[in-house]
Every structure is written in C-alpha cells, then in structure tokens.
C-alpha cells in the first residue's frame, strides 16, 4: 500500500497557490455561446495542461469551441478524465451576492460561475497529478483529459471532433466529469449517467400579434401550445407518449436490492427543495426507485406573447416550449424524437414543430464493477466514511460518446458538496472538499492502476 502522507502534506501546502489557479481560471466568462471567451478558455486550459507537463493537442472546427486533449503518464492501463471548461449563462446578474466572473472566497468557499461545474472539478485532478509526479515520480497509469467546450450545450460536435483523433478513445475506463458529497458528508460514487433529449416546441397560428379584441375569432399560439403540453403527461407523473416507455429496461433484482441498501432522506430532501409532496405522491421505495429508474419529460420554459410589465392585449402569433428527456437505458434519442413526432401527430398538433437542441444516449456502468470498487475506496481512504455506490446520476454528459465504442466502464467520484448551486446564482466549492477530492483522485489513480 502506497504512504500518501507526504502526498497530502504537498496538498495541504499547496492548496493557496491552486486556488488562485482556480481564481484564474473562473475569470474566464466562458459562456455558452461566448465565442472569445470560450477559446481564451481553451487556451487556458491547453496551457495548465502544458504546465503540467502533459502532451496536449487542441482540435478546432470552424464555428465551434476548441477541444482539448492531454496525456501524462504511460502506465500500463489508460484512463480518460472527461470535463469541460464551458460553463451555464451566469443570469440572472441581480440574484449573484458578488459578480459571478469576479471570484471571491467566503467562509471556506470560492464563488463564482464554474467553481464547481466544471473548472474546479477539472484543477482536482491536475493537481492531483501535480503531486503525485512531485512526490512518487512517475504515474502509476496514464491520464488522458478530455476537456470540451460545449458540455453545457449538448455536446452536439464533440463526436465529429473526436473523429479526427480515434485512437485517444482506447483505453481501460473513463471518469465522468463530477463527484459529490452528500448532505451527511458521505462521499458518492456515481456509476451511471442518463441520456437526454433536448428539444424546442413551437407553433404559429397568425401572421403577426394582433390586438386581443379579436380573441373571440383568432387563434392563440400560447392556448394551443400549452393544449399540446398538456398531452405528454398524466397528472400522476407518468408520461403518456406512445412508445415512450418501450425500450426501457427493468431494473434487476441486484439493482433494486443495492438501491433499497442505500439511504433515501425523503423528508431532507422534500425541504431542501420545498416541495409539499412527490409527483403523483410518489413516497418511500417507490419514490427512490423512480429516482434511478424512471426516465423523464420535463417543460424547461414556456413563452408566449407579452411578458414585459404592465399590460399589452395581445393574441400571440408565436409560442415556444423547451422540453428535456432524461433517458434511461436502453432508450435513444433518436427513438423518441420519432416517438414525440408521433404522438404530437396522432393528437392533432401537426403543426407543431420540432427543432433538437441536444441528444445524448445513457451509459451506465455495474456498481460491482472494479473500477466502481476502486472508487469508492479511493474516497474512503480520504473521507473515512463508507462511499455510496449510485447506479446513475439524475444528469448528463456525453460519456456514452467517449464509452460505447470501445465499452469502457465510467465512474464519476469528487468532493462537491451538495449546496454547490451550480446552474444557479452565487455557484461555489469548498475549498477543504477540493482539498479532499485532490488527495482522493491520487488514491484513485493507485487503485485503478492496480485494479483487478
């Protein structure tokens, strides 16, 4: 068993000079569709990697952000880190305590647009790799870092992108960009991430607006696209579009056994979110159960008409909907675009429209695997409390673009705690967790590179 007591010592000493790596870094405003931002980002990120001593290479496409690529070690077994330097719009400004591209550090934590999702994440593991060369030398594997700059908009080239280097995709297993802490301060190894549909509704039924006077006679965009929301779902939850549910597969006894041996704060959870009651008053096994085995239609925004203040009497001409579709295995995206074109049909809203925002399938990985194991005692070695073992993720990243081909087991592990906001106003990490989740990763690369 490898001393990683002077490994943790350079960790502990380090850490002021990386969080300013990480203060660096989150100045970068690298929206989605911030085309500067996102290669200064790039650069960036090429740049640390460089540092590191990495060899890197950046692919680029016309119109679309940079990928970058980077390789350290030449271990026996090869292990590809996916993350991404893109991050969510910061808006709404006014809800930030502080400018969200102006990082500040407040009680243990550092705020700003990325900490968590992705940028902090990512410097986990760079400056894992850090010490570990500083303090044992050569790495017991190699690392490969795979870090896009559309994950926060689908991922919709990073497929075309990665065919011009197909041979970075063989390798021995992948990490997912994320790990988490939950509320008890018990680490979580997820094992599983969930594929997605992404998708614009939209219709038109006039010309133009037109003032409301005529409402007894003109058709409303708004009415007739909230009557074709209507239809996707039932008022238990369950969703209603035929085929939907037809290549889902069930859970087997080992999955639900796990899942009903892991711990489900209901009540916690109902609170943290403000919620009265579960959809369809779902409570209890069934309630967990759906958490990990129940695919989703969700209406992300509806607008219509006049949303300014005061009043304008309007029949809109024009309504938009955004709707995402977390999959499951073994659904595709491209199955159930068939399927919601069929069912919009077969209801009579032919004229409503389609456009693809994102599709990603799902990729999940036995949470008996070795590499599942290997994780899990990673972050107990660190952390000295048992590590949940999670069957998937509620979320999504392009893991089965990097996994299918060559099958690679994925796990996600890291040290984010559970009121890290990302997506949302005043997004922060914990600067003792990302302490912690550095010296895990090194512990990590131990076991994979020994895993049986």
């Not at 940079?66 to 991404?84: A, Y």
């Not at 802490?181 to 018990?186: F, L, S, V």
């Amino acid at each position: 068993m490898t001393d990683f007591s002077s490994f943790d010592r350079l960790i502990d000493e380090r850490m002021p000079s990386w969080t300013e790596d990480l203060v660096e870094y989150c100045r970068i405003p690298s929206e989605t569709g911030s085309t500067e931002a996102l290669h200064t980002a790039a650069r960036w990120t090429s740049d640390r990697l460089l540092k590191l001593g990495a060899t890197t290479e950046t692919i680029s496409i016309d119109g679309v952000p940079p990928l970058v690529l980077g390789e350290i070690g030449c271990g026996p077994r090869r292990l590809i880190c996916v993350q991404h330097y893109d991050v969510v719009p910061a808006a709404p400004l006014e809800l930030w305590s502080a400018p969200p591209f102006q990082p500040e550090v407040r009680a243990g934590h550092l705020f700003a647009r990325g900490s968590s999702d992705n940028k902090g994440m990512l410097l986990m593991r760079l400056h894992a790799v850090e010490a570990w060369r500083e303090v044992f030398g050569k790495l017991p594997c190699s690392v490969r870092f795979l870090v896009e700059g559309e994950e926060e908009s689908g991922s919709n080239n990073l497929k075309q992108l990665l065919a011009r280097r197909p041979r970075f995709l063989q390798a021995d297993a992948a990490l997912n960009e994320a790990g988490y802490i939950d509320p008890q301060g018990r680490p979580l190894v997820t094992c599983g991430l969930r594929g997605i549909l992404y998708v614009e509704l939209s219709v038109r039924t006039l010309a133009g607006d037109i003032h409301s006077e005529m409402a007894m006679l003109l058709p409303n965009a708004g009415e007739r696209l909230l009557r074709a929301l209507a239809t996707l779902k039932a008022a238990d939850g369950r969703i209603t579009i035929a085929g939907f549910y037809d290549d889902v597969l069930e859970p087997t006894r080992e999955q639900l056994e796990h899942l009903r041996a892991l711990p489900f704060e209901e009540g916690a959870l109902k609170r943290l979110h403000g919620a009265a009651a579960f959809v369809g008053g779902r409570t209890g096994t069934d309630a967990q159960a759906s958490t990990m085995f129940d695919p989703t239609c969700n209406i992300s925004g509806v607008w219509s008409g006049w949303n300014g203040p005061g009043m304008k009497t309007v029949i809109p001409a024009v309504a938009r909907a955004k709707v995402d579709m977390r999959l499951i295995p073994d659904q595709h995206p491209d199955r159930i675009l068939l399927c919601l074109r069929r069912h919009l049909d077969a209801h009579g809203f032919e004229d409503v429209e389609i456009s693809v925002l994102a599709d990603e399938s799902p990729w999940w990985t036995s949470v008996a695997h070795p590499l599942a194991r290997a994780a899990a005692a990673a972050c107990e070695d660190v952390l000295g409390r048992e590590a949940l073992r999670i069957i998937s993720s509620m979320s999504t990243a392009p893991m089965f673009q990097v996994c299918a081909e060559h099958r690679l087991p994925a796990v996600g592990i890291g040290c984010v705690h559970p009121d890290n906001r990302a997506h949302a106003p005043d997004e922060n990490i914990g600067l003792a967790l990302m302490t912690q989740g550095t010296k895990v990763f090194g512990r990590f690369l131990a076991r994979f590179a020994g895993m049986q």
